[in-house]
DNA sequence: TTGGTTCTTTGATCTGGATCAAATTTTTGA
DNA sequence: TCAAAAATTTGATCCAGATCAAAGAACCAA
């Protein structure tokens, strides 16, 4: 089913600790699986029952309240982990934003394999150290930036995600790249309106800092002016 | 200097993994440490060198902009572990918010002994878990909630974590507990502003929901009006 | 005990971003 | 190819929470 040999994220994903023998057995307890986009993989409060490594595509993490509000608290793109092992129950719905291949387990099998491989731990803990440092900046900029900041934060942001994305070498920032989501996941990134989110970038475009091609498409235009806008602590 | 078999938090902190000659090992590359109220550990940016148990005291981790706006991204209690490893920086500053005692390692010792202690890295990986799950959560607040919201929230989870960092056996949540900080800290947690949460502490203490006998003190008195207030998801 | 310093509360006003409403533009699918 | 639906932009107005200002309270240190 699964062939680990031909997998694009092999080397970036958490499977890289892995030499060939070991990479055999988490073959056969591992599943390839599509997912479209919008489908949602598992919900909030869940029974954690399985983790997965995200192949190719991208998903959103989210919270809400009853009421419909919804804060977006992660993105996973290729080569990134999702689901929750060591607990019971899942925190937040892992949603596809795109078409999306991953490589999912059992909980169980997991566990039991990264038990048995602590190489296969320690990559999941240093991923996961990065991802709470992330979300701990995160929070920086939905309690404390105003929206102009926000935007600019976000745009660099997912400039350098999007050159992750691509090449697994280089990892320069792209200038030119498009979102896998709408105005509406935007807003919900960065705890806006999407009517607010719509004007800032009309102001950042007008203002000749990025270009807006398309819908979906940036290309940013002063890199320099954007990073000042954005208050970037680093 | 440190010794393990009197440490308080022994059972609850990551050494909780360990076995007696494991512990003495831990004990001989661990110094206890002690930090004033208001002295920072740890700087946003610093090398990181060194990482520690939280044995006494409360301490909060800030990332912040140039101008001075601030934003608490976690608290940390007594057994809470506090520092980065595997990685050369630290990304947020570490500050003592009453007087406190810790347990600290080098980071170079730290790292070692974990790797030759499989369980001692499964508990800190466990424990990043935990602390990335809240951190997400507390996004949704964050970018989504009210100043009412989030002020029930904050008592809520205040009172959650105090009957934590009490007694080990019993996690009662208590109804009467003090802050171990003051309102400017309160509005640093929730992205507000320290005349807002003025406002509404003294609203929900004139509606009866709560009570308010010292600056520092707080007695919760209608703990379902004030769930109800927090919009909680869980 | 007193006078100063810091912290908190309260009041008045302002404003950034939300909300409400209505075009445009883009996408879809028959 | 052409409506109909969906997403985005633009405009007008509103309001939650920020800002500005000043008056209490609590907490010193001498």
Redesign the interface.
Known sequence: MSVCEECVVRNRAICGALDEDELQIMNRIGHKQVLKAGQTFMW??DDSTVVANVIDGVLK?T????DG???I??LAFPADFIG????DHV??TVTALTDTKICSFSRNGFEQFAHEH?NL??K???R??????Q??????L????TAAEKLATFLINMSERSADAGCSTSFMPQNRFSLPFGRQQIADI??LTIETVSRQLTDLSRRAVVDLPGKRDVVIKDRDALVALA?L??
């Open positions: 909030e409060g993490l919270n809400s309240l009853d509000r919804e804060q608290v992660g929750r092992p060591y607990q925190k937040h602590p731990e320690h999941v803990l240093e996961t150290l990065d991802e709470l440092d979300a701990r900046d995160w929070m920086l939905l309690g404390r930036k960065l705890g208050n602590q680093y």
